[in-house]
């Protein structure tokens, strides 16, 4: 490979995106929370969303016993929310007590309030290399209807907030989109 493993990240880090927390529960009660950016949409009929964990996550064998987990996606004042579930201190349970959360399908935690957040079933997990791709089919979902919230947004390795400004180059909707 011609570009380092450094170089590779600052590169994918050119591709803004939003963060998001996935929280799970495994059968024996173990709650486990990680902030993440690599959530995407997967499909829409069934509805399928993914995540990928680092095999070096702590949380990573809660996540592979549990039937269930949730995604909420940050608001731009949840940056704290986003540092706590980002931090290698702390055991989880400290750190569910620091955010607001609710109990819901399996009595997964979900972080509340959230831009929206999607409850999932486990649908399929693939190795994803360093990763493992975790695929849930979404079985309920909230979101901020009044659209109030800005998002919390990550590029070139920093926080980010959305420029209304800026926004106005390019107002336009796009069809079927
Ligand atoms: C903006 C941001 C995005 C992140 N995205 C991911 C991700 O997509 N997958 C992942 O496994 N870790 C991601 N992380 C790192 C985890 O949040 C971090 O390693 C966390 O400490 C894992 O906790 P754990 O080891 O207790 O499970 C991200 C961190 C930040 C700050």
Not at 55 to 70: G, I, Y
Request: a negative charge.
């Amino acid at each position: 490979m011609s570009f380092t493993s450094r170089e590779f990240r600052d590169a994918l880090g050119l591709f803004p995106t939003g963060i998001a927390v996935v929280t799970t529960i495994d059968p024996a009660g173990r709650m486990a929370g990680v902030t993440v950016n690599s959530f995407s949409s997967v499909s829409l009929e069934p509805p399928l969303v993914l995540v990928s964990l680092a095999r070096t996550s702590r949380s990573l064998d809660v996540f592979e016993a549990a039937k269930h987990f949730a995604v909420g996606l940050l608001g731009f004042d949840q940056r704290q929310a986003s540092t706590i579930f980002a931090s290698t201190a702390g055991t989880s349970a400290e750190r569910f007590a620091q955010v607001r959360h609710r109990f819901g399908i399996g009595g997964c935690p979900v972080i509340e309030p959230a831009l929206a957040s999607f409850e999932c079933e486990v649908w399929a997990r693939h190795d994803g290399g360093d990763h493992v791709i975790l695929i849930g089919k979404v079985v309920a979902m909230h979101r901020d209807a009044q659209a109030t919230i800005d998002p919390l947004l990550y590029f070139r390795g920093q926080y980010r907030e959305l420029s209304e400004q800026r926004a106005e180059i390019a107002p336009f909707r796009l069809e079927g989109w």
